[in-house]
């Protein structure tokens, strides 16, 4: 087993404020609905990452607020502000930062409630022998990246939010030279027919789609 100083988890999640948090589920679940779903969502991958052995974990959170520096305190963790004018220069700027304090770090975001600790447990692993470990999500993005150094190059230029951020992605790190590995394709949800895949959370969209004007 790694040590926690070896192995570092950064969670990236937003403020759960109403109306900024996944917008794309407003019209179905109105911006309360949402965010309470994100809410949910998010204390749920917290939780799973207390389960994943010898590993540190801290929460980077995009704005100032309360919100997520209060979660991240009720769990143990460190807590950071993102910092970048865009996704790819946040993603970068905590992969830099931590990688100063430990030998293998993986980021992931708090919208995927099918990743689980043994997931993060294989990931952790297959980065001892492996220069970038990724985690495909099945909207052609991806929900889980793994780095031992950091490479500025594989988070420019890529099309964030759109359906080839992974193609994209994993041409960037052919041309680095970087010997890569995928695990098992997730879904996440960004959308209400992302729901389908997790029924777990069919009671909470009902709920909110049947008050929703």
């Not at 926690?4 to 407003?26: E, M, S, W």
């Not at 992969?95 to 409630?113: A, T």
């Not at 929900?143 to 193609?167: C, R, T, Y």
């Not at 970087?178 to 959370?201: C, F, K, R, V």
Request: charged share 20%; glycine share 8%.
């Amino acid at each position: 087993m790694t040590t926690a100083a070896q192995n570092h988890l950064v969670v990236f999640a937003r403020n759960p404020v109403a109306g900024k948090v996944k917008t794309r589920l407003i019209p179905a679940l109105g911006a309360d609905g949402a965010t309470a779903l994100y809410r949910e969502m998010l204390e749920a991958t917290l939780v799973m990452t207390s389960q994943v052995s010898g590993i540190e974990v801290s929460l980077w959170c995009d704005t100032p607020g309360e919100s997520c520096k209060t979660l991240a305190e009720s769990h143990g963790l460190g807590y950071f502000q993102q910092q970048g004018a865009d996704l790819g220069a946040r993603m970068h700027h905590a992969f830099s930062r931590q990688l100063r304090f430990s030998k293998r770090v993986i980021l992931i975001g708090s919208d995927c409630p099918g990743m689980t600790a043994d997931y993060l447990d294989s990931a952790f692993e297959l980065l001892r022998t492996h220069d970038a470990v990724i985690g495909p999500a099945m909207d052609g993005g991806y929900v889980m990246i793994g780095l031992k150094q950091p490479e500025p190059a594989l988070f420019e230029q890529i099309a964030w939010g759109s359906s080839n951020v992974l193609d994209q992605t994993k041409a960037r790190l052919r041309k680095l030279g970087l010997h890569a590995i995928e695990l098992a394709p997730l879904h996440d949800i960004d959308t209400p027919g992302d729901l389908a895949h997790y029924p777990q959370y069919h009671a909470s969209y009902s709920k909110y789609r049947q008050t929703t004007p």
